[in-house]
């Protein structure tokens, strides 16, 4: 079985049983202080369980459907095995690494809290771009074919703006993190990846 429907299908049933039930919401979001105060470190994990709503739910598994598949392949390819750790690793190292600034920046503020796998898909994602540079992508809100390597660019310099910025309400640094750990999981899972990258786009 794919290891990305296996983690959708996890995330669906939880997000899903977490948003019907406040006490269970509130146990497994992230919170920096309930882990620095009480040393609840497993919620660094299960925030990307639980979503704050259906369309979050929906719009974070439909691009882990999108780009989750092909890195599976790709991971397969590069190991000559199965997928499964390499992509374990990835997704959650995508997870924890992404909370690790939000963890520093709120884990005195009893009252910030996060939730969803943005983190994680990006990890996937920039994974995808990595290994993909050249592949043409349609986007709902952008209906005009980009190179992988442009939109990664043009999402990295947004993300890290509206982090300096932090007004929205949304953990755009978690996205930027979780973007680069996917980058440098896989320039160290296959080198030949970075120079291949490079190549392509002709840098």
Same mark, same amino acid.
């Given at each position: 079985?794919?290891?990305?429907?296996?983690?959708?299908?996890?995330?669906?049933?939880?997000?899903?049983?977490?948003?019907?039930?406040?006490?269970?919401?509130?146990?497994?979001?992230?919170?920096?202080? /309930?882990?620095?105060?009480?040393?609840?470190?497993?919620?660094?994990?299960?925030?990307?369980?639980?979503?704050?709503?259906?369309?979050?739910?929906?719009?974070?598994?439909?691009?882990?459907?999108?780009?989750?598949?092909?890195?599976?392949?790709?991971?397969?390819?590069?190991? @000559?095995?199965?997928?499964?750790?390499?992509?374990?690793?990835?997704?959650?190292? @995508?997870?924890?690494?992404?909370?690790?600034? @939000?963890?520093?920046?709120?884990?005195?503020?009893? /009252?910030?809290?996060?939730?969803?796998?943005?983190?994680?898909?990006?990890?996937?994602?920039?994974?995808?771009?990595?290994?993909?540079?050249?592949?043409?992508?349609?986007?709902?809100?952008?209906?005009?074919?980009?190179?992988?390597?442009?939109?990664?660019?043009?999402?990295?310099?947004?993300?890290?703006?509206?982090?300096?910025?932090?007004?929205?309400?949304?953990?755009?640094?978690?996205?930027?993190?979780?973007?680069?750990?996917?980058?440098?999981?896989?320039?160290?899972?296959?080198?030949?990846?970075?120079?291949?990258?490079?190549?392509?786009? @002709?840098?």
């Amino acid at each position: 079985m794919s290891i990305t429907l296996a983690i959708i299908g996890v995330t669906v049933l939880v997000s899903l049983a977490a948003l019907n039930n406040a006490a269970l919401f509130e146990q497994l979001l992230f919170q920096p202080f /309930a882990i620095h105060e009480r040393r609840e470190w497993y919620r660094f994990l299960t925030h990307a369980a639980v979503h704050g709503s259906i369309m979050h739910l929906l719009v974070n598994m439909y691009v882990l459907w999108m780009f989750g598949s092909a890195v599976e392949q790709a991971y397969g390819q590069i190991t @000559g095995a199965d997928p499964w750790l390499p992509y374990l690793i990835l997704y959650i190292g @995508g997870v924890i690494f992404s909370a690790l600034p @939000g963890y520093y920046k709120h884990r005195h503020d009893p /009252a910030y809290r996060a939730v969803g796998a943005s983190g994680a898909t990006s990890a996937v994602v920039f994974s995808f771009i990595l290994l993909h540079p050249d592949t043409k992508l349609m986007l709902i809100f952008l209906p005009i074919p980009l190179a992988a390597w442009i939109f990664g660019g043009l999402y990295l310099f947004y993300e890290w703006y509206m982090s300096k910025r932090g007004r929205d309400g949304i953990a755009h640094d978690a996205h930027y993190f979780g973007a680069l750990y996917g980058i440098a999981f896989t320039a160290m899972l296959e080198p030949a990846s970075v120079p291949h990258f490079f190549n392509t786009v @002709g840098f």
